[in-house]
């Protein structure tokens, strides 16, 4: 498939001309490595630090906390299903209260770490099956957020930009939860809005220079093309971008820079989402 970009972009979309960079991290585990933090973490101003179930451990959770204070990036929890086989990418049925638990559970043993080091926590993302499963479900969405600020204060909740989580955002502020919509350059769009499966073949885009124009378009104009060259309209908070091989550090590189030259300030989420 074929993508043309015009050379011209409309007025900043994002907010105030800000916007953040995450990047998932801290998911090795034991004598297991994956990832490259520390080629990616100069070119971020939030991280998502795995919680041990689907990846991590105890020394990985320390020595990530560890390299974000070093490099001022804002610290937030990446809790997923039980499924460290899965890589917490296979759904599983569960119970709202039961999910609950797991979550604050996860977020829990990141703040101990990050009590270590004298760091806040900024932020939740789901990961895997269960950020793509909670995208379609408010309530209980909204729900599980409600609890996590009861248990661990005011932290802004990440979910995927799309029409309906736009109302959600909304909604979630009412009850006096922070929500960031985020958008994903390195990922391809359903016609509907959300995140081409990743086991189609056109699912994740491998161009460092393709990758970092859709992260300028996502933020500039406020959406992208879907696979079938549909408009999809995005609120962009934030841009995740990835660090588990080569060409993602280089499409790191070029989108820190390329936002930089379109005049877009990169700054943490907790200074955009109010």
Aim: charged share 25%; glycine share 10%; hydrophobic share 40%.
């Amino acid at each position: 498939m074929t993508y043309t970009f015009c050379d011209q972009f409309d007025n900043i979309t994002a907010v105030g001309g800000m916007v953040d960079i995450n990047c998932d991290m801290g998911e090795s585990f034991g004598v297991y490595t994956t990832g490259a933090d520390e080629q990616v973490v100069p070119y971020i101003t939030s991280s998502n630090i795995a919680c041990g179930f689907h990846a991590s451990d105890p020394v990985v959770m320390e020595k990530t906390v560890k390299l974000c204070r070093e490099h001022d990036v804002m610290v937030g929890a990446h809790p997923g299903y039980p499924d460290i086989l899965g890589f917490g990418r296979r759904h599983m049925d569960v119970e709202q209260p039961e999910l609950v638990d797991y979550v604050v559970y996860q977020v829990g043993a990141l703040s101990g770490f990050l009590r270590m080091f004298d760091l806040p926590l900024q932020h939740v993302k789901l990961h895997g099956a269960l950020y793509n499963y909670m995208v379609n479900q408010e309530e209980r969405f909204i729900g599980l957020a409600e609890a996590v600020a009861r248990a661990f204060g005011d932290v802004i909740f990440l979910t995927l930009g799309t029409k309906r989580t736009q109302e959600l955002k909304r909604k979630a502020r009412e009850k006096g939860i922070r929500v960031a919509l985020e958008a994903f350059p390195d990922r391809n769009y359903t016609d509907e809005g959300e995140l081409l499966g990743r086991k189609h073949k056109e699912a994740v885009f491998h161009d460092p220079e393709l990758i970092a124009r859709r992260a300028v378009i996502m933020a500039r104009r406020g959406g992208i093309e879907s696979i079938n060259g549909q408009w999809i309209d995005m609120d962009v908070d934030t841009l995740c971008i990835h660090g588990d091989n080569a060409e993602s550090i280089e499409a790191a590189q070029k989108i820190f820079e390329l936002l930089g030259n379109e005049g877009i300030r990169i700054r943490p989420m907790r200074d955009i989402v109010t």
